[in-house]
């Protein structure tokens, strides 16, 4: 890291701005590294907690999907097996997706934090990998539910057997997922804020204090 950028933010967050003030490049980085109480460990830490939870979930909706598949008896009343398995199938591998793509990008934190030695370009870094985990989560709680319907309904068509096979419930299930789909749209992206929110305006105030010592 360039010790004159980490001097001005090190003297900015502690206030030490006195004449004569001085401290070595070893210390500096220590004080820094223990500043980070960090923003970026935080994120990684949630991200880490993200994958194995999510990883888990995804897990089991596949194995209940592969369950349904091959079950004999009904699970449900008016739904088919095949239908069963198709729903859990979509949820747990879109689950899945989440759960890989966090991981994706906690590696590449960890990427940027071993290899890169520019700070306003490691922040810069980290803030577009967050701003990506946030939207492919949002994109995914938007658009799984009538992907989902859609596809059922298809399957449905072609088997001509299930509950999708009534049209007029079709155009019902289709309507409600994509009312539900916008409704998860803004619960998602609330929740996304509210996860990262303080993380992502922690590093943005970083960013901005370097940029003005340039």
Do not use: H
Not at 152 to 169: D, H, Q, W
Request: hydrophobic share 45%; charged share 25%.
């Amino acid at each position: 890291m360039d010790l004159d950028q980490l001097k001005s933010v090190w003297k900015k967050t502690s206030g030490e701005m006195g004449e004569g003030y001085f401290i070595s490049e070893e210390s500096m980085k220590k004080l820094i590294q223990k500043k980070s109480n960090t923003t970026i460990a935080k994120v990684k830490r949630q991200m880490k907690q993200k994958v194995g939870y999510a990883g888990t979930i995804s897990i089991l909706m596949l194995m209940f999907s592969v369950w349904a598949f091959n079950r004999v008896e009904p699970l449900f009343d008016k739904v088919s097996n095949i239908e069963a398995g198709i729903f859990y199938l979509i949820f747990g591998l879109v689950i899945a997706f989440i759960s890989l793509f966090n991981l994706y990008s906690f590696r590449k934190i960890m990427e940027i934090e071993r290899f890169e030695s520019d700070l306003k370009t490691s922040i810069t870094s980290v803030i577009k990998i967050l701003k990506s985990a946030m939207n492919a989560k949002i994109f995914s709680d938007t658009f799984v539910l009538p992907f989902t319907v859609t596809v059922l309904s298809v399957v449905a068509y072609i088997r001509g057997i299930g509950a999708f096979t009534n049209p007029k419930l079709v155009l019902i299930s289709l309507i409600v997922s994509i009312g539900m789909g916008i409704l998860s749209y803004f619960i998602s992206k609330r929740g996304q804020c509210s996860r990262y929110e303080r993380q992502m305006e922690a590093l943005e105030e970083s960013l901005k204090e370097l940029e003005a010592e340039q």
